[in-house]
């Protein structure tokens, strides 16, 4: 009995080998469909984070160039209003003073120039980290889709 029930199955088995070819080709040209779609998703997701990247990127750099701005004219108005000062100076004939209040404006300037440079690098630190996040959420979600 046990032989019989063997032998009918293997029988069974050897006759459905053909429509299971079929069925595993089916399976195997969906399968390629899925990736196709997921890879396709993947790709819109990792624009649109990187496009997003841009955005903030744009954002930082335009708040770094008003602050700037803003910096280098509050050191030109500090530097004008001492060179006045030292122009006034020599002109009554107190060069000393004139020079120190020289030397004073070139370094206010100088300072403030340096405190730019530090926000916008600070600003850019930023940028690129969030650059680097929206990456590795791009990937993972990526991966995740696989």
Do not use: C, Q, W
Request: glycine share 8%.
């Amino acid at each position: 009995m046990k032989r019989a029930i063997v032998v009918g199955l293997g029988l069974l088995a050897l006759g459905a080998a053909p429509a299971m070819a079929d069925h595993h080709e089916y399976l195997d040209k969906l399968g390629d469909r899925i990736n196709d779609r997921l890879d396709a998703r993947g790709d819109r997701i990792n624009d649109r984070l990187d496009a997003k990247g841009e955005r903030i990127d744009e954002r930082l750099d335009a708040r770094g160039d008003r602050i700037n701005d803003r910096l280098d004219a509050r050191g030109d108005r500090i530097n004008d209003r001492l060179d006045d000062l030292a122009e006034k100076a020599r002109e009554e004939g107190r060069t000393k003073l004139a020079d120190r209040l020289d030397r004073k404006g070139d370094r206010i300037e100088s300072r403030l120039d340096r405190k730019g440079d530090r926000i916008e690098a600070r600003l850019d630190r930023r940028g690129d980290r969030i650059d680097r996040r929206l990456d590795r959420v791009g990937h993972r979600r990526h991966l995740h889709d696989r």
